[in-house]
């Protein structure tokens, strides 16, 4: 019956992605259904996802989940805005970090004697973290968006 189901779905192309796995031990059933569409009118990547456990007792153990997704973030007005506030944001971390250094080069192992100055260096570094994880998003979405263009159709 479970195989009727996912093929009905696959004609009616309302699923991307279809998992059906039996696990040895216990021989439940895994049911996992992904859909991935692209609303152009708000510009969001939306991903519905429901999965279905079948234990070998009886039952349904089921979990969904709807996510949406901005990927083109400076699209419109809205991007500039986004687009300024990154910028100032970045500025205002330079300026930061240009005076936290100043202060470590006059002061030397001095710096280190207050507490606070821990929580400035400690800012600074997750601030960096937090650019470099930006910009790998940011890196990683142009190359996913490129593949899925790539191979409009295919499924895997």
């Known amino acids: 019956m479970t195989r ?7 004609v009616f192309i309302w699923q991307d992605t279809v998992f059906l796995y039996t696990a040895l031990p216990y021989h439940a059933t895994l049911l996992s259904l992904a859909n991935c569409d692209f609303i152009p009118n708000s510009k969001l990547f939306s991903i519905a996802t429901l999965v279905f456990e079948l234990p070998p007792l009886g039952g349904v153990f ?8 901005n990927l083109y973030r400076y ?3 809205g991007g500039l805005v986004a687009i300024l506030a990154e910028l100032v944001c970045l500025i205002a971390f330079i300026i930061v970090s240009v005076k936290i250094g100043r202060q470590i080069k006059r002061d030397g192992w001095e710096f280190f004697k207050e507490v606070w100055n821990f ?3 400690a ?12 910009i790998w998003r940011c890196v990683l979405t142009v190359s996913t968006l490129e593949e899925v263009m790539n191979n409009i159709g295919k499924i895997d």
Do not use: D, E, R
């Open 4 to 10: 009727v189901i996912v093929n009905a779905l696959g």
């Open 62 to 69: 089921y979990w969904k989940t709807i996510q949406s997704i």
């Open 75 to 77: 699209v419109g007005a």
């Open 119 to 121: 929580s400035y260096l």
């Open 123 to 134: 800012v600074v570094a997750l601030f960096m973290i937090a650019v470099f994880l930006y």
